[in-house]
């Protein structure tokens, strides 16, 4: 048996052929703040558990990383479906949901015949210690599809069944943990031993699962309850199953049948109701004048503001859009980040003084002249947009910092109704493989940037990570401090973007540092039938991203 050279830090040493990576990473764990989970191979990330066989160049992920911190997630998740077949009869669970994020933890449902109270989910707690004491291998096989289909039939997970009906792929893999299998997108750990940072905590008629903190994973996060995000999130679940589509396989099963033209246009409807009820709320809340929205990147907040004006205008209102955008300083003035690059996502990249004396001028029933940025030459130009307010009209004002008071500190509270958007998906992909709002926002911005700015998938898969920095600052900071949230996510639109999406994924070249998300995001995409853009109505949010729109998006 020949030895294999392994390059680590620059430096290659020799290993028996087909050593696992697992016992190389404990080689090196001591030089590491942060658990081990998985390691980079050559540009291509591998679980710890496989072997080498070949000369290669070793990169190691820990859980302080996002790829790292995800599998850490996953492998917990396992552990508590584990944990809850133990202590639970698997006749009295119907089955365990694992529904959404707040902060870093994640909000489950059950449903059977049990009593989830304090006692129950102490139990589950404690056997979770126990499975991971014992530092338990995540065992994986690779089984024919169709073998998969009838495994959780038998196993009453019927999500994943009706999932893997729709695969192409003629394998499947599939975890053990102590005698319990599942399915899970993504990798694992090679053990349960490093998954010690979690607790439990009953909340309304389900629990969280509350995960290591993200900026420090040695540390469990503390669980803020963000109540009118919960809410939002919970009424789109209940919409979902209400229509029978809470996951992939559902969805799927509703375009096979033909029946994809009748969820667009329930779908659409239910948003314009919404949409609706929010301009009766600014009605019935009196003497406002400044509807200020904000969200994250990708969120639809332009089409979002157009049709919000259109019911203000049934209601007898004169609605007038300003782009916050429109007051950034000019170019040369722009805060530059850590990396030297401009920083247009932090407040101090917006004339603030400028805009506060326009809409003061604007409140006290004066004249004035909007300014327009010129995104070309990076100037801040005039070109005769006066306005001035009169009793019926409003002003509808859309930008990141939109809720934020710094932004309109000289305006009295009681003249502005705050809202905030954000595409908060209702699907996943079974009950215990949820979808990531952040990846639909990346998917919606990859088709949006390509087709209007001319942006390659590299390009913008590169700059996600300082977008993201910007939101975690900027904006859901503020997310609470809002009159009322809107749910931008359309319960089909992974469906369609797909088609949009893929051929800009396909193009990241294997050399690139942005290859690997672009090809997770293409396994992600693989779950989804695809769907035409024929039957989405015009004045659709999804039109903002993929083209078409009635408004000038």
């Known amino acids: 048996m020949s030895d294999r050279k392994i390059t680590i830090h620059g430096i290659t040493k020799k ?3 087909n050593i696992t990576y697992l016992e190389i990473a404990k080689e090196y764990q001591s030089e590491y ?52 077949y133990r ?3 698997q006749a009295q669970i119907r089955r365990i949901c694992v529904e959404y994020s707040i902060g870093d933890s994640l909000f489950c449902e059950v449903e059977g015949e049990l009593i989830l109270d304090e006692k129950l989910l102490s139990k589950i707690k404690e056997e979770m210690k ?26 009453k997970m019927y999500d994943k069944e009706k999932l893997f009906r729709y695969r192409r792929t003629s394998k499947t893999n599939i975890y053990r943990l102590d005698g319990f299998e599942d399915y899970y997108y993504g990798y694992m750990p090679a053990s349960t031993g490093i998954l010690s940072v979690f607790d439990l905590q009953l909340y309304k008629d389900g629990f969280f699962l509350i995960l290591p903190s993200k900026k420090d994973t040695k540390k469990l996060s503390r669980l803020i309850l963000r109540e009118k995000l919960f809410l939002v999130q919970r009424e789109s679940n209940q919409w979902g199953k209400t229509m029978e589509i809470e996951n992939v396989g559902a969805l799927n099963e509703q375009i096979t049948k033909g029946m994809i033209g009748d969820l667009i246009l329930v779908q659409e409807a239910f948003q314009e109701k919404k949409i609706a009820e929010i301009a009766e709320r600014i009605k019935a809340a009196g003497g406002k004048k400044f509807i200020m929205i904000a969200g994250p990147s990708s969120s639809g907040k332009t089409t979002f503001s157009h049709r919000l004006s259109i019911q203000l205008r049934t209601l ?33 990249a917006i004339d603030v003084e400028q805009f506060n004396k326009d809409m003061t001028a604007l409140l ?3 004249r004035i002249e909007l300014p327009t940025f010129n995104f070309k030459t990076g100037k801040r130009e005039y070109k005769g947009n006066f306005k001035q307010l009169e009793e019926e009209d409003l002003l509808v004002i859309e930008g990141i910092h939109g809720l934020n008071d710094k932004l309109s500190y000289s305006l009295p509270r009681e003249s502005k109704f705050k809202i905030y958007i954000s595409a908060l998906t209702q699907l996943n992909i079974d009950e215990h493989n949820r979808i990531s709002t952040t990846d639909g926002r990346l998917i919606r911005r990859l088709v949006r940037d390509a087709r209007n700015r001319g942006a390659s998938a590299k390009h913008t898969i590169g700059m996600w990570s300082s977008v993201r920095r910007g939101e975690e600052e900027n904006i859901f900071p503020f997310q609470e401090d809002c009159d009322c949230m809107f749910n931008s996510a359309l319960i089909y639109e992974l469906a369609v973007l797909k088609q949009y999406a893929e051929p800009l994924l396909f193009s990241v070249e294997k050399d690139c540092k942005e290859y690997q998300e672009a090809k997770r995001l293409l396994k992600f995409l693989e779950y989804f039938l695809g769907v035409s853009t024929e039957e989405i109505p015009k004045n659709s949010i999804l039109r903002e991203f993929v083209g078409g729109s009635c408004f000038k998006v």
Do not use: W
């Not at 995540?138 to 196993?155: N, S």
């Not at 209102?317 to 996502?345: C, S």
């Open 33 to 84: 703040e942060n658990p081990i989970v998985l390691v980079n191979v050559d540009g291509r990330l591998r679980e710890l558990t496989r072997q080498e066989s070949k000369d290669c160049t070793l990169e190691f992920v820990t859980t302080a990383e996002s790829d790292g911190y995800l599998t850490y997630v996953r492998g917990l998740v396992l552990v508590l479906m584990r944990a809850f």
């Open 364 to 366: 006290n029933g004066q």
């Open 15 to 17: 290993y028996p052929e």
């Open 87 to 89: 202590v639970v009869d």
């Open 316 to 348: 007898g209102f004169k609605p007038h859009p300003i782009a916050v955008d429109d007051y950034f300083v000019n170019r040369e003035d722009t805060p530059l980040d850590e990396n030297g690059n401009y920083n247009f996502e932090t407040l101090f």
């Open 130 to 155: 126990q499975l991971i004491q014992r530092d338990l291998p995540f065992e994986k096989r690779a089984v024919d599809t169709q073998e998969a289909v009838e495994l959780f039939h038998q196993y």
